[in-house]
């Protein structure tokens, strides 16, 4: 078992990460000094494949338990499902001392988060992540939310979890293609504050997609670890923080665009982050080895780093539209080299509009962009740092 600390002063908790650690969710949560009733909310895919433990292993800790499946994926995310949750609540007896379990993905932690955050102006939450994007991202930080017609995460609130449970052993029942849209954002930890972790992952990127387990587990606590630092040293996003969306600004206006049905959010991300280390030679003096590494280790995970379909004028458009634009300008996170990013605070259109021109599928060629590909991607033989 490995343990990731979020300091955060009072609001400090724990990320817990071990196999099996499902059937301990109610032990974990014991010791946590939270009202005797619990809310857990899944989705219709996760219910049935990891419900059971979780709720059964509240019961014998002691907790009156209700749990509610909503709908599964981005579709889900959004205030009517809020109001919904807020209904369950209300009919489950919960009060000002109870918490919400999300047991789900991105979708069930953000929307579940913001549930708790603003039923009875803010209750307890325990995310206990199911997909990698939520084990090593979403879950952690106390980001919660939903999306409005107009673009993805506009409504929300800071609501820092009790507690984090990861059991990897959930990837196992995860789509191939899920697993590697995960991976991506594992590569972004890597590449906005650790050199040494990007460079393990380029070593072990097959192992990952092999399902072996200590590399899971290892992946998952270190970037766990990368993320928990910059959390606590900006819990709030008003500095630091915002290297956390390297490769989001691109990728959310392809979620946006798409209606959340073409891109798995990995995949959007990626495609984001192809773009933002275009922009970061271009603009920012990146070394283009660099930028290359991480296109090269994205296409390895079989992610892909271009796209079609899509005009880069709609694509403009919806980053006006974009949380991260103040006063007009568009602030982006740009590399300065592996291990190191920074954030620029007045990007050029014109610059942006060339970065994701050059990761479009009609320039792609021998060593060019790459679409997603079919099935598991063959993955070079793993190199020993």
Request: with cysteine; glycine share 10%.
């Amino acid at each position: 078992m490995k343990t990731v600390r979020v300091e955060l002063a009072e609001r400090s908790y724990d990320i817990v990460i071990a196999a099996g650690s499902r059937a301990r969710v109610g032990e974990l949560c014991r010791g946590l000094g939270l009202g005797s009733r619990c809310l857990v909310v899944t989705d219709e895919t996760v219910g049935p494949l990891y419900g059971r433990p979780v709720v059964e292993g509240l019961r014998a800790a002691g907790f009156a338990v209700e749990s509610v499946a909503i709908a599964a994926g981005e579709q889900a995310k959004n205030l009517a499902t809020v109001e919904r949750l807020y209904d369950d609540m209300l009919q489950g007896g919960l009060d000002r001392k109870s918490f919400v379990l999300a047991l789900g993905g991105g979708v069930v932690g953000d929307v579940a988060g913001f549930a708790a955050a603003t039923y009875m102006r803010g209750i307890a939450v325990v995310q206990v992540p199911t997909t990698v994007v939520a084990q090593v991202d979403s879950s952690i930080g106390g980001k919660t939310g939903v999306n409005l017609a107009q673009g993805k995460n506009l409504v929300g609130a800071f609501h820092q979890p009790r507690l984090v449970v990861i059991d990897p052993e959930t990837l196992y029942t995860l789509e191939e293609r899920d697993l590697r849209a995960g991976f991506a954002e594992i590569v972004k930890h890597g590449v906005i504050r650790d050199a040494v972790h990007f460079a393990w992952l380029e070593a072990h990127v097959a192992a990952f997609m092999g399902l072996d387990s200590p590399t899971l587990e290892e992946a998952i606590a270190e970037s766990c670890r990368i993320k928990a630092a910059v959390v606590a040293l900006d819990e709030r996003e008003s500095g630091l923080r915002a290297i956390l969306n390297f490769g989001h600004t691109v990728g959310h206006a392809l979620e946006t665009l798409t209606d959340y049905g073409a891109f798995r959010h990995g995949e959007a991300i990626a495609i984001g982050m192809a773009c933002a280390v275009e922009l970061s030679v271009a603009v920012n003096n990146a070394p283009a080895g660099d930028a290359k590494r991480v296109v090269a280790l994205l296409e390895r995970a079989g992610l892909p780093t271009a796209f079609s379909g899509i005009e880069t004028r709609a694509i403009l458009e919806q980053v006006r539209r974009d949380k991260k634009v103040e006063e007009q300008r568009l602030r982006m996170v740009l590399l300065d080299r592996i291990g190191k990013v920074s954030v620029a605070p007045d990007v050029a259109e014109n610059a942006l509009a060339a970065a994701i021109n050059a990761r479009r599928l009609r320039e792609a060629g021998p060593g060019g962009p790459r679409a997603v590909p079919e099935g598991r991607p063959p993955a070079a033989p793993e190199e020993q740092p």
